[in-house]
């Protein structure tokens, strides 16, 4: 099974490129027809659309998985709207798949078994904020960036900040349970769901969580969220606010050597020190982003380290001499503090454009998404460089170093004849080294369809079996967005939910 | 995957693969939730810290160890987790019981703390769920459905917690007659008490701040030095925070109480009444307790839903 992913992928690195729109959508089956007649009626004909263009656009997201195939797509404005496309598509014995921004990059937005698919994205409503709770209701499809600003002048923001916070939703956030930069601190986006209203899958509408220091019963949202699209569909969303810190400070640590600078990572994680971020860029990242948004970081350093500190003033002080105390005795060639917030708006500018600056250097890239310790850094990424190497590529070296979470990126060119292959067995011993160090699969971008066949190299049977187990007492009959997370072995009901031919075309 | 320490296995062994099973903590929490069904056997998760790693800020700890035992050894380090102490009070009970610390303004809630978990299922077999690293999405949550399950899905043998540094000054004070939404301006406060008439505060962070935010209460009123938090009324009410801090108006009948204020818990001199529950919550709650224990044998007897 890993095996018919993995020559699935090779197909799409062999044959085609990010923006290639050559590939042809399935026309919509003649069967469709009478779906689609009823979704009309149901929510109304400027809701709905089955041509090939919308089709297509719903098919994707931003990961290297093409081979998503979506039936009618749907545009619901309310949760009963939501309500009535999920009854819908159960009468036609259809699947529903929902998608927010589609920035996510393990295929889990890519509908498979051309299901019925929901884009939230025109749920896009801030519902109510309540500070006496300390809470927002929002709605699904809000982009998360939309959200902090609507915030700010009340002096709370909403934490987890993806590198793509000014495109992805909230909803898309819950699904994957989506971290950041700023998540070393705050936790990620589970920390900071107390509420989900959720349409599930046979159309009943359920408030899991509630504003309660302990809501009554199994801790249902924490099941829900992280749960990629597959246990039901989020339609408000109750998220925590969180008070701004009175000061922040940033700072860029430049190394000569990318060991000292992962060394600095762990001693300050051993000191007791907490900062709100410890994100790191290796040279061949910095000088892409220098290139790209002259974030102001230094081109001959080996490796910078970003490290934003927070909190009241006296102590941000003092962890943020620590800080750089800890980096010199690590051999630190600079240490360099934002005066202002404009400069570290810039350092932060740089660090969240790393992925757009990456086209500067090759056409294609694959990024990565692992965990390790974060004691471990060092010999992870001598193991990195040593593999990449092997397999004659490029690596950039992006990530959030203070949990370990790393995103290399490789970066390659798909006209040249079999660099597919060589980015997928990087690929493949860049996860397993991660997971022999004792580390993840995946620690913000979810499993999806990239990873599906990877489960039973970190999970064991009855771990999955457990794991299915979750997905099953939400979901019976495996309708909602079917395919994903779980390998093939244990999500069998899925394969039933999905069409025989496109069943085919993801597992045969 | 790993393979599964002895004790573990010998856990699992005694848990079985039939027959109705119950684990005995440190008996502090027992009656959460409802009592053991009559003629369930009772057994004990094993004990033992099996490795505190200070620079990864985690420890592996064996389900049975008494949380006060664990924080002893991590304060060694400077370091603890976001389990609450209660007098013989094990690490596996506070997990099932689910419910937080008192400094939970600044530890956050139990449910955060858990980050990989390796429990016996009601088919006897081990699962592990989450990783082993602070930060990871692989699969579906199971850590988080543990949390507070009372042990009704599976019986929590092993477990990796986070750990966080212990604030370089912690300062109990009490600010009398004083509302206690005046102290939402202290950053550093990692618990905020209220009986309906003084105010008392927990400050930890650096000393610098801990000062700042002393000078500012001092500002309110008379601030004065306590030794730590008073003793706290029986019975604990789970709310919103909003309803928390307007306690006093709403409820005379519940007596004497201690509310934590940004949090949502009160501790009262009586029981809380039932909390509504939707029928669609129930209904979830009864298909993940039929999923995850068909026989039933876990725990019979105790349900989260009857948790106040």
Same mark, same amino acid.
């Given at each position: 099974m890993a095996r018919t992913l993995a020559a699935a992928t090779r197909r799409v690195l062999g044959s085609r490129r990010r923006g290639d729109r050559s590939a042809a959508v399935p026309a919509t089956d003649d069967t469709d027809a009478a779906l689609v007649a009823d979704l009309v009626e149901a929510i109304g004909a400027d809701r709905v659309r089955a041509d090939a263009a919308a089709r297509y656009l719903a098919s994707r997201d931003a990961s290297i998985y093409k081979e998503g195939n979506a039936g009618p797509v749907c545009y619901p404005g309310s949760t009963a709207d939501v309500v009535a496309c999920v009854e819908v598509a159960a009468r036609h014995g259809r699947a529903v798949s929902p998608r927010g921004a589609g920035t996510g990059l393990a295929g889990g937005a890519a509908p498979l078994g051309q299901p019925v698919v929901? !884009?939230?994205?025109?749920?896009?409503?801030?519902?109510?904020i309540d500070l006496d709770n300390?809470?927002?209701?929002?709605?699904?499809?809000m982009v998360n960036l939309d959200l902090s600003r609507a915030l700010a002048p009340h002096g709370v923001h909403y934490a987890p900040d993806p590198s793509s916070q000014a495109a992805c939703t909230i909803g898309g956030n819950v699904a994957n349970n989506s971290g950041g930069p700023h998540c070393l601190a705050y936790g990620v986006t589970s920390a900071h769901v107390l509420a989900v209203e959720v349409v599930m899958s046979d159309a009943s509408v359920v408030t899991l969580g509630d504003l309660t220091a302990e809501p009554p019963g199994y801790d249902l949202r924490g099941a829900f969220v992280g749960s990629e699209g597959m246990c039901g569909i989020a339609t408000a969303v109750a998220v925590r606010l969180t008070r701004n810190p009175p000061a922040v400070r940033?700072?860029?640590?430049?190394?000569?050597?990318?060991?000292?600078?992962?060394?600095?990572? !762990?001693?300050i994680i051993a000191a007791g020190i907490v900062p709100a971020a410890i994100e790191m860029m290796d040279q061949r990242c910095v000088t892409a982003v220098e290139d790209f948004a002259q974030a102001g970081y230094p081109r001959d350093a080996a490796a910078v380290l970003l490290v934003e500190v927070d909190g009241p003033a006296g102590g941000v002080a003092i962890a943020g001499e620590r800080v750089a105390d800890i980096a010199r005795r690590n051999q630190a060639i600079s240490a360099r503090t934002a005066a202002d917030d404009d400069e570290r708006a810039r350092l932060w500018k740089g660090r969240k454009s790393a992925f757009g600056a990456v086209a500067n250097v090759m056409p294609d890239y694959y990024l990565h998404d692992t965990v390790v310790p974060?004691?471990?850094?060092?010999?992870?990424?001598e193991r990195i460089y040593e593999i990449v190497d092997r397999h004659d590529l490029i690596v950039l070296n992006v990530f959030h170093a203070g949990d370990g979470n790393l995103h290399p990126i490789l970066a390659y060119d798909s006209r040249v004849p079999g660099t597919g292959e060589r980015v997928q067995a990087a690929g493949r011993e860049i996860i397993e080294m991660s997971l022999d160090m004792g580390g993840a699969l995946t620690g913000e971008h979810g499993i999806g369809v990239e990873k599906r066949e990877y489960m039973d190299r970190m999970f064991s049977a009855v771990d999955l079996d457990q794991q299915s187990r979750l997905r099953a007492s939400f979901d019976p009959h495996c309708r909602m967005n079917p395919g994903k997370v779980l390998p093939s072995a244990h999500s069998c009901s899925d394969i039933g939910a999905l069409r025989a031919s496109d069943a085919a075309g993801v597992w045969g | 995957m790993a393979d599964f320490d002895e004790a573990l296995t010998a856990f699992a062994a005694e848990v079985g693969t039939d027959g109705p099973v119950c684990v005995r903590g440190?008996?502090?929490?027992?009656?959460?939730?409802?009592?053991?069904?009559?003629g369930t056997r009772e057994v004990q998760a094993p004990e033992g810290i099996v490795a505190f790693e200070p620079a990864e800020m985690t420890v592996r700890v064996r389900a049975g160890t008494p949380v006060a035992a664990l924080h002893e050894e991590l304060a060694a380090d400077g370091q603890r987790t976001a389990l609450p102490e209660r007098a013989g009070g094990t690490v596996g009970g506070a997990l099932m019981a689910g419910e937080s610390s008192i400094a939970r303004l600044g530890l956050g809630p139990v449910r955060d703390a858990l980050l990989q978990a390796r429990y016996v299922c009601a088919d006897g077999r081990i699962a592990s769920a989450g990783a082993g690293t602070v930060k990871n999405v692989s699969g579906f949550d199971l850590c988080r459905l543990l949390v507070g399950s009372l042990g009704t899905l599976g019986l929590v043998g092993e477990v990796l917690l986070r750990t966080f540094p212990v604030g370089e000054a912690e300062r109990w004070v009490r600010l009398a007659g004083t509302d206690p939404g005046a102290v939402r301006s202290c950053y550093t406060a990692a618990s905020v008490l209220w009986d309906g008439t003084d105010v008392l505060i927990l400050l930890s962070g650096y000393a610098v701040d801990v000062d700042d935010d002393l000078s500012r209460l001092a500002a309110l009123?008379?601030?004065?030095?306590?030794?730590?938090?008073?003793?706290?009324?029986?019975?604990?009410?789970?709310?919103?925070?909003?309803?928390?801090?307007a306690f006093d108006a709403r409820n005379g009948a519940a007596g004497p109480f201690v509310a934590e204020i940004g949090v949502g818990v009160v501790h009262a001199s009586q029981p809380q009444p039932p909390r509504p529950v939707e029928p669609g919550v129930v209904e979830l709650n009864r298909r993940f307790k039929e999923r995850?224990?068909?026989?039933?044998?876990?725990n019979p007897g105790r349900d989260p839903l009857r948790k106040p």
């Amino acid at each position: 099974m890993a095996r018919t992913l993995a020559a699935a992928t090779r197909r799409v690195l062999g044959s085609r490129r990010r923006g290639d729109r050559s590939a042809a959508v399935p026309a919509t089956d003649d069967t469709d027809a009478a779906l689609v007649a009823d979704l009309v009626e149901a929510i109304g004909a400027d809701r709905v659309r089955a041509d090939a263009a919308a089709r297509y656009l719903a098919s994707r997201d931003a990961s290297i998985y093409k081979e998503g195939n979506a039936g009618p797509v749907c545009y619901p404005g309310s949760t009963a709207d939501v309500v009535a496309c999920v009854e819908v598509a159960a009468r036609h014995g259809r699947a529903v798949s929902p998608r927010g921004a589609g920035t996510g990059l393990a295929g889990g937005a890519a509908p498979l078994g051309q299901p019925v698919v929901l !884009s939230m994205t025109r749920m896009d409503r801030l519902l109510e904020i309540d500070l006496d709770n300390g809470v927002a209701w929002v709605q699904p499809g809000m982009v998360n960036l939309d959200l902090s600003r609507a915030l700010a002048p009340h002096g709370v923001h909403y934490a987890p900040d993806p590198s793509s916070q000014a495109a992805c939703t909230i909803g898309g956030n819950v699904a994957n349970n989506s971290g950041g930069p700023h998540c070393l601190a705050y936790g990620v986006t589970s920390a900071h769901v107390l509420a989900v209203e959720v349409v599930m899958s046979d159309a009943s509408v359920v408030t899991l969580g509630d504003l309660t220091a302990e809501p009554p019963g199994y801790d249902l949202r924490g099941a829900f969220v992280g749960s990629e699209g597959m246990c039901g569909i989020a339609t408000a969303v109750a998220v925590r606010l969180t008070r701004n810190p009175p000061a922040v400070r940033t700072m860029l640590l430049s190394f000569d050597d990318v060991s000292d600078a992962a060394a600095t990572v !762990s001693a300050i994680i051993a000191a007791g020190i907490v900062p709100a971020a410890i994100e790191m860029m290796d040279q061949r990242c910095v000088t892409a982003v220098e290139d790209f948004a002259q974030a102001g970081y230094p081109r001959d350093a080996a490796a910078v380290l970003l490290v934003e500190v927070d909190g009241p003033a006296g102590g941000v002080a003092i962890a943020g001499e620590r800080v750089a105390d800890i980096a010199r005795r690590n051999q630190a060639i600079s240490a360099r503090t934002a005066a202002d917030d404009d400069e570290r708006a810039r350092l932060w500018k740089g660090r969240k454009s790393a992925f757009g600056a990456v086209a500067n250097v090759m056409p294609d890239y694959y990024l990565h998404d692992t965990v390790v310790p974060r004691t471990r850094l060092v010999e992870v990424l001598e193991r990195i460089y040593e593999i990449v190497d092997r397999h004659d590529l490029i690596v950039l070296n992006v990530f959030h170093a203070g949990d370990g979470n790393l995103h290399p990126i490789l970066a390659y060119d798909s006209r040249v004849p079999g660099t597919g292959e060589r980015v997928q067995a990087a690929g493949r011993e860049i996860i397993e080294m991660s997971l022999d160090m004792g580390g993840a699969l995946t620690g913000e971008h979810g499993i999806g369809v990239e990873k599906r066949e990877y489960m039973d190299r970190m999970f064991s049977a009855v771990d999955l079996d457990q794991q299915s187990r979750l997905r099953a007492s939400f979901d019976p009959h495996c309708r909602m967005n079917p395919g994903k997370v779980l390998p093939s072995a244990h999500s069998c009901s899925d394969i039933g939910a999905l069409r025989a031919s496109d069943a085919a075309g993801v597992w045969g | 995957m790993a393979d599964f320490d002895e004790a573990l296995t010998a856990f699992a062994a005694e848990v079985g693969t039939d027959g109705p099973v119950c684990v005995r903590g440190g008996r502090t929490r027992w009656s959460l939730g409802g009592e053991a069904s009559p003629g369930t056997r009772e057994v004990q998760a094993p004990e033992g810290i099996v490795a505190f790693e200070p620079a990864e800020m985690t420890v592996r700890v064996r389900a049975g160890t008494p949380v006060a035992a664990l924080h002893e050894e991590l304060a060694a380090d400077g370091q603890r987790t976001a389990l609450p102490e209660r007098a013989g009070g094990t690490v596996g009970g506070a997990l099932m019981a689910g419910e937080s610390s008192i400094a939970r303004l600044g530890l956050g809630p139990v449910r955060d703390a858990l980050l990989q978990a390796r429990y016996v299922c009601a088919d006897g077999r081990i699962a592990s769920a989450g990783a082993g690293t602070v930060k990871n999405v692989s699969g579906f949550d199971l850590c988080r459905l543990l949390v507070g399950s009372l042990g009704t899905l599976g019986l929590v043998g092993e477990v990796l917690l986070r750990t966080f540094p212990v604030g370089e000054a912690e300062r109990w004070v009490r600010l009398a007659g004083t509302d206690p939404g005046a102290v939402r301006s202290c950053y550093t406060a990692a618990s905020v008490l209220w009986d309906g008439t003084d105010v008392l505060i927990l400050l930890s962070g650096y000393a610098v701040d801990v000062d700042d935010d002393l000078s500012r209460l001092a500002a309110l009123g008379n601030c004065e030095d306590v030794d730590g938090p008073p003793e706290l009324p029986p019975h604990r009410w789970v709310c919103t925070p909003a309803e928390a801090a307007a306690f006093d108006a709403r409820n005379g009948a519940a007596g004497p109480f201690v509310a934590e204020i940004g949090v949502g818990v009160v501790h009262a001199s009586q029981p809380q009444p039932p909390r509504p529950v939707e029928p669609g919550v129930v209904e979830l709650n009864r298909r993940f307790k039929e999923r995850f224990d068909p026989p039933g044998r876990l725990n019979p007897g105790r349900d989260p839903l009857r948790k106040p």
